[in-house]
């Protein structure tokens, strides 16, 4: 038996690296893929599998070991219930993007909740800053300010002048996810910091303001500096799974500095009294994005996330 990380997804073909540093091929076995069934990805880039050499001299996939954490998501693909997007991360690199195209804070809250309940670090870059109108980082600064406040390291990047110093010390050494939506400038951000992979970057469509998918598949690199990303492809939505709706308040960092003084213990800050969380947002002490985003959330609903930039 041999075992080994996956370093790249295709949806029905993976490669493993083994610890000898060689490039394996594998499918996943029968048995295996009926017991991971639920999931559109069940097995993702980052994850340590097993591998055995088959009769007709290739490779299956045996099994997966227990995971650290992972990233998950609701499958856009009905059949199906989660999609797992990567796997054994220290951290995730969220780029975002408030124009061309535009990035629902929504989304961002959903995704910093989910690596929030799997104990992953998130730092939130925003990108094409070069881009922007003196007024447009203004209204972006105030957002950097929401999200620093909470305590979440936040950057500003542009791939035409980039400084790369900052983000070699911050992926050195460790397995980081890229992600965020199609077009916020994840092929771009990789092939400013490792030159020599060369990935192919894709336009912002005129007439939808939207990112055009360049990346179709996951893939981990190794940076000559030290450390490994994964590279993925963008994410339209973001739907919250695996998370208990009257724990979500535990994974949003302000809620659950100010809960602890709740009347209740089993407050959900929607219509209890005496909720310090609802007065917290009152006082602007919690953003009211933030709490508007934790309602959606518990709701299972959408918002008209691109007013609350104003």
Known sequence: MTTGTVIKSTGSRYTVRDAQGDFIEALVKGKLRLTLNRNTNPIAVGDKVTLELQDDNTYGITGVLPRKNYIIRRSTNLSKQTHVIAANLDQALLLVT???????????????LTAEAYHIPVIVLFTKWDQYSVQEQEKTKKLIGVYEKTGYTCHTFSVNDPETGFLKNILKDKTTLISGHSGVGKSSLINCIQPGLKLKTGEISVAHKKGTHTTTFYEMFELSFGGE???????????VVEIDKN??????????KALVNCKFNNCLHIDEPKCAVKEAVEKGE??????????????????????MYD
């Open 98 to 112: 408030t124009q061309n195209p535009f990035t629902p804070l929504g989304f961002i809250d959903r995704f910093l």
């Open 229 to 239: 990303i994964i590279d993925s492809p963008g994410i339209k939505g973001f739907g």
């Open 247 to 256: 724990e979500l308040s535990h994974y949003f960092p302000e809620m659950r």
């Open 286 to 307: 919690i953003a009211f994005h933030r709490y508007k985003n934790y309602l959606n959330i518990y709701y299972d609903r959408e918002a008209d996330d691109e007013a």
